[in-house]
């Protein structure tokens, strides 16, 4: 049973240019969340996704950012025209329902570097 | 709303020598709480979690963590550690009924030959 899985694993981008980053979830699991880790610090929730749904995305900067979860493939999180500031961790977990018990199951992350 | 503090950003231990890395929360509801290690330019895995019952947990790689609700703490200890512990190490907790992880900002357990 394969784990939660990311792809790209690393993704180079010059500012001003789009960002994509795919996240499938255990088989199973129709929820999804994603998580940022800037330099040196913790993650921080970004937004939780159900299929075809967006149930939370509190933690989403209000502009460039978007995410989607759609019936078919992986969750997509979507950067527009980045900036070097966007450069982190990015990090997605999946739990079959939306139980509180769900941290176990993170992805390994992309790391996103913009220069 | 939770919130979640590791008091220490560093820990430098010398190998076989215990470690206790602190953690303390705060919430107005009932948590779960988690500890997490992150290998160099890994995701995250988890050490051990609790979620009700004994409060003393114990996890992977030798690591026990116990809850102390009256100081709203969740430490983790190692009686013994090893180089190969050398990594960054989060703190965590969900309250109840909620969905959001809350991490701490992180403790680097460095461990010296």
């Known amino acids: 049973n394969a784990g939660v899985m990311q792809n790209p694993r690393h993704l180079v981008r010059r500012r001003g240019q789009e960002a994509r980053l795919r996240c499938s979830p255990m088989k199973g699991h129709s929820h999804v969340y994603w998580y940022r880790q800037l330099p040196e610090e913790g993650l921080k929730f970004m937004v939780y996704?159900?299929?075809?749904?967006?149930?939370?995305e509190s933690g989403m900067p209000k502009e460039r950012f978007s995410a989607e979860f759609p019936k078919e493939g992986p969750s997509i999180l979507r950067i527009q025209q980045v900036v070097r500031g966007d450069s982190a961790a990015y990090f997605c977990a999946s739990s079959p329902t939306g139980t509180t018990v769900m941290s176990e199951y993170f992805g390994p992350g992309t790391r996103l570097t913009v220069t | 709303a939770q919130s979640v503090t590791q008091l220490d950003s560093q820990v430098p231990v010398f190998e076989e020598a215990p470690v206790e890395l602190r953690c303390n929360y705060s919430?107005?509801?009932?948590?779960?709480l988690f500890w997490y290690v992150q290998y160099p330019n890994q995701g995250l895995q988890l050490l051990l979690k609790y979620l009700s019952g004994s409060t003393l947990v114990k996890g992977i790689n030798g690591f026990e963590a116990e809850f102390n609700k009256s100081q709203t703490s969740f430490h983790l200890r190692k009686p013994s550690v090893h180089i190969s512990d050398t990594a960054e190490y989060f703190c965590a907790v969900i309250g109840t009924g909620g969905f959001k992880t809350i991490f701490g900002a992180g403790t680097r357990l460095f461990v010296k030959a």
């Open positions: 919430s107005s509801v009932s948590v779960y």
């Open positions: 996704l159900q299929k075809e749904n967006i149930i939370d």
